[in-house]
C-alpha cells in the first residue's frame, strides 16, 4: 500500500510541477490556409484569453515575441480581463462609499499596460469575448464595459463588433508587402454572441438566421474570416459563409493529452469535440464545395480553475495565401 500512496504522491507531485511551468510559459503555433479569393498573403498574429495574466513585467516577454513574429495584422479574440475582478472592483468601491473613477484602470492593469504596447507593433482588431460580454449584461458594470472600450481604443486597438471590414494594404503593419492600395480579397468579420450563448451547465441552441441577425451576410467573392470567441458553433459559422474562423474561449480544454486533446469544456464537459488547434469542415460537393476551416487557440491566461497541464500558452500564427502561391496586386 505505500507503494501506491507513494507512487501517487510523486504523479501528483509530477502534475503540480508540469502546472506551474505550463501556467508560466507560451509556445508559437503557426497554420497556413489558402485560397483562390485571397489576392494577397497576410501574416497574422491571433492571440485569446489573456485574462490579465503577465508573461513578464508589463508582458515583456509576449511583447517581445511577437513583434519578432513580424504579423502585418494583430487579431484578439477576446477576454482581456476577468469578470469576477471587475465585480470585486465595484463591490470595494460600493462598500468605500465611493464611486468610479472614469480614469482608473487598476482593475484591468495588464489589459491596458498590453493594449498600449502591443498596438504600437501593426494595427490591431478586436472581437469582445463572454468576460467583457458580461459587462454589459449587469446594469452595474455597464460603465466599466465603456471605459474598457474606451481604453483600448485610445490606446490604438480597433473593435470590429457585430460588423466587418474589407481588408485592403493600408490596415496593414508597415512591413507588410502589399501595396496600400492593393485589396487583399480578405474580408474580417466580428461576431459577438449574447450571453444566453454562455451557459455554463446548457448549449444555447445557434441558428444560421440568428447570426443572420446580428452580422451581415458574407461577400462570397471575399474571403471571409470571422472572429469571434466561442468555437462551440463551428458548424454554424460555415453554414452561415465563413471561411476561416478564429476562435479561443476554451483554454485548450485545460489539460492536453496525446492524440485526445483537452480534457475539459467550458461549460463544463470532459473531452471536448473543439479545444484547439486546426478543425475543418466540407461543405457541399463538386463546383459547390467549399472548406470551412476554424483556427482554435489555447489561449494565454487562465481563471478561476487556474491549471495548464501540457498546455501552454499560445500565439497562433495565421498565414492565408493565394492558392496558386503567387502574390496579386
Not at 510559459?25 to 483562390?36: D, I, K, L, M, Q
Not at 474606451?150 to 466587418?164: K, M, Q, T
Not at 479561443?248 to 479545444?275: A, C, D, E, Q, W
Amino acid at each position: 500500500m505505500r507503494y501506491i500512496i507513494a507512487f501517487i504522491l510523486i504523479l501528483a507531485a509530477f502534475f503540480v510541477i508540469v502546472m506551474v511551468i505550463d501556467n508560466n510559459r507560451f509556445v508559437v503555433r503557426e497554420y497556413a490556409v489558402s485560397s483562390p479569393r485571397i489576392r494577397s498573403p497576410l501574416r497574422i498574429v491571433f492571440i485569446a484569453d489573456l485574462h490579465e495574466k503577465s508573461y513578464g513585467a508589463d508582458n515583456e516577454k509576449l511583447i517581445a515575441r511577437i513583434r519578432e513574429l513580424n504579423p502585418d495584422l494583430i487579431l484578439i479574440g477576446g477576454d482581456l480581463i476577468v469578470s469576477a475582478d471587475v465585480f470585486d472592483h465595484y463591490r470595494k468601491m460600493e462598500k468605500a462609499g465611493g464611486s468610479l473613477d472614469k480614469d482608473d484602470r487598476s482593475w484591468m492593469p495588464a489589459s491596458y499596460s498590453f493594449a498600449r504596447r502591443i498596438a504600437g507593433i501593426c494595427p490591431v482588431w478586436f472581437v469582445r469575448g463572454n468576460h467583457e460580454i458580461r459587462l454589459d449584461h449587469y446594469d452595474e458594470l455597464s460603465e466599466y464595459g465603456r471605459i474598457f472600450q474606451s481604453a483600448l481604443e485610445e490606446a490604438g486597438i480597433s473593435f470590429i463588433g457585430n460588423g466587418f471590414r474589407d481588408i485592403s494594404g493600408a490596415d496593414l503593419g508597415p512591413g507588410a508587402k502589399t501595396a496600400a492600395d492593393a485589396d487583399t480579397g480578405i474580408r474580417l468579420c466580428g461576431l459577438e454572441l449574447p450571453m444566453e450563448y454562455y451557459k455554463k451547465f446548457k448549449k444555447t441552441s445557434l441558428s444560421v438566421d440568428k447570426i443572420r441577425e446580428l452580422i451581415p451576410e458574407p461577400d462570397r467573392s471575399r474571403y471571409n474570416v470571422l472572429l469571434t470567441h466561442s468555437p462551440v458553433y463551428f458548424e454554424q459559422y460555415v453554414q452561415w459563409g465563413a471561411d476561416l474562423c478564429l476562435c479561443g474561449h476554451v483554454h485548450g480544454g485545460l489539460m492536453r493529452l496525446p492524440l485526445i486533446g483537452g480534457v475539459m469544456g467550458t461549460r463544463p464537459s470532459l473531452f471536448p469535440k473543439y479545444s484547439g488547434g486546426r478543425y475543418s469542415i466540407q461543405t457541399g460537393k463538386g463546383e459547390d464545395g467549399r472548406e470551412g476551416v476554424m483556427v482554435l487557440t489555447c489561449g494565454l491566461g487562465m481563471h478561476t480553475l487556474p491549471i495548464r497541464i501540457f498546455n501552454p500558452g499560445e500565439i497562433s500564427v495565421v498565414c492565408l495565401k493565394p492558392s496558386d502561391g503567387q502574390q496579386r496586386e
